[in-house]
Each structure stands twice: as C-alpha cells, then as structure tokens.
C-alpha cells in the first residue's frame, strides 16, 4: 500500500496536481533506477533519494543502494489518477510506505550531507572554522541540527532556517 500525498501548487494549471509518497527500507531501487535509465514509460516518476535530494539529480534520482526514495509524480488531480498512481507504485516499490510529513522527512534527512553539499554552516553560531573553533566545534553543531539535542524547539528552528537556505540555493542555481 502507497501512502500517496497529493499537492496543489498555485503555479500550475488547477487539473494538475504534485503526487507525492516516501518510502523507507526500499530494496529495489536498482531495478528502479533501470526503469528510469530504459525510459520505461511507465516509471515517469521522479525517484528521488530521501537522503540526499541534490545528489540525486545528478545520479537519475537514485542509485542502487538507495534505502528511502520519494517518488513524484505531475499528473491530473482526479482521484482516478492518484488511486492508479497509488497501485503502481505500491506494486512496484519493495518498501515500507510511510506518511509525507516533517518527522518522517527529518527521519531521512541527512544533514551533515545538505550542509557540506551547499557549504552551509549553522548561521545561528556563524562559521566555527572562521571563528577558530575548529572541526569539534563545527561536528558539535551538525548534532545539535541533525537531532542529538534535548531542545526540540531549537532543533526546528534551526532545521527551518537550513530548509529555507537550502530552498533559496536551489532557486539561485535553477535561474542560472
């Protein structure tokens, strides 16, 4: 069974809509990577590893290890659409379905990969390495992001302000 979220995006026309599901202990991504690299039609899906998203693109959304995927989908916003979109995917994904939301999301978020990917240090406490702290400092701060703390409410914020920087760099490199 796919756990199929499905999104309106103002932008695009009202009959299409963004479907999307996340899937954890997936063990066959290499069977579809090759359906992705065939042109298989029927996997017109953008496979995505929930793990590292911009290193994903550069690798046809996932590569053969991969163990979380979400997968994308455009398509016409009927419920006919989303209930086939639904089967394939929970006929062809060998992987535990698992909700869209912000917990399961940071559950497969590797921050310590989004932040050395976009050179982004913790903002809050400015450049460990630029204010002579060094590595345990800078290892220290990627815990605190990557939810070892006991201050849920910091961890969001901070997680927010990342998210927000992430999201800003990906809108700068797609303009260019």
Known sequence: MSLLHTLRLAHLPE????HIALYQ???NAAFLQQQLLQGNTAFEYAFLDA???AESFRRFGISPATTSIYAVKF?????TDA???RKHLSDNIEG???????LEIAKVTDIVKVRKTYKLT??????SRANGKGRKEEQRQNEVVGFV???PGKEDAERKELEIMVLGLMALRGAT
């Open 25 to 27: 202990e997936v063990k």
């Open 75 to 79: 398509a016409s916003s009927s419920p």
């Open 15 to 18: 009959d299409l809509s963004v």
């Open 51 to 53: 793990s590292m998203i």
């Open 83 to 85: 209930a086939s979109i």
């Open 122 to 127: 913790n903002s809050t406490k400015g450049n």
């Open 149 to 151: 703390n006991d201050n």
């Open 96 to 102: 535990t379905p698992v909700p869209f939301t912000d």
